[in-house]
C-alpha cells in the first residue's frame, strides 16, 4: 500500500522560508515521478514542482522557480521542497504525489498516490 505523509507547513511572513518534506512507502518501482502540487480556496490544483528520481530532473512553474527547490533523499524515499522567498499567492494546501514511470506531466490526473497535504500560509 503507498502511503505518502506530507509535513513541514505552516505560518511565516512573506519574505520568509519553509521546507516541506513528503516520506513515502509503499512504491516498489524503481521509476518514479514524484510532485508538489497546491490548492488555494476555490481555487482549483495545480502542480508546483516535479522530479524524476531516477535522473533527478526537475520542473518547477514559472511561479516559483527561483524560488522553490525539489530535492530527494533516496536512501530515506524522502523528497524535499524547499520554499524560501514565501509570498502571501502561495498560501495553499501542499500536497505531495507520485506515480510509476517517468514524469510527462505535472496535471493532477497524471498522479495516482497523493498525501493528505500540508497547509502553507504566508502573511503579507
Known amino acids: 500500500q503507498v502511503q505518502l505523509a506530507e509535513s513541514g507547513g505552516g505560518s511565516v511572513q512573506a519574505g520568509g522560508s519553509l521546507r516541506l518534506s513528503c516520506a513515502a512507502s509503499?512504491?516498489?518501482?524503481?521509476?518514479?515521478?514524484m510532485a508538489w502540487f497546491r490548492q488555494a480556496p476555490g481555487k482549483e490544483r495545480e502542480g508546483v514542482a516535479t522530479?524524476?528520481?531516477?535522473?533527478?530532473?526537475?520542473y518547477y512553474a514559472d511561479s516559483v522557480k527561483a524560488r522553490f527547490t525539489f530535492s530527494q533523499d533516496n536512501a530515506k524515499n524522502t523528497v524535499y521542497l524547499q520554499m524560501n522567498s514565501l509570498k502571501p499567492e502561495d498560501s495553499a494546501m501542499y500536497y505531495c504525489?507520485?506515480?510509476?514511470?517517468?514524469?510527462?506531466?505535472?496535471?493532477?490526473?497524471?498522479?495516482?498516490?497523493w498525501g493528505q497535504g500540508t497547509p502553507v500560509t504566508v502573511s503579507s
Open positions: 509503499g512504491l516498489t518501482a524503481s521509476r518514479r515521478c
Open positions: 522530479i524524476d528520481t531516477t535522473r533527478g530532473l526537475t
Open positions: 504525489a507520485a506515480n510509476l514511470g517517468y514524469c510527462y506531466s505535472a496535471l493532477p490526473s497524471a498522479f495516482a498516490y
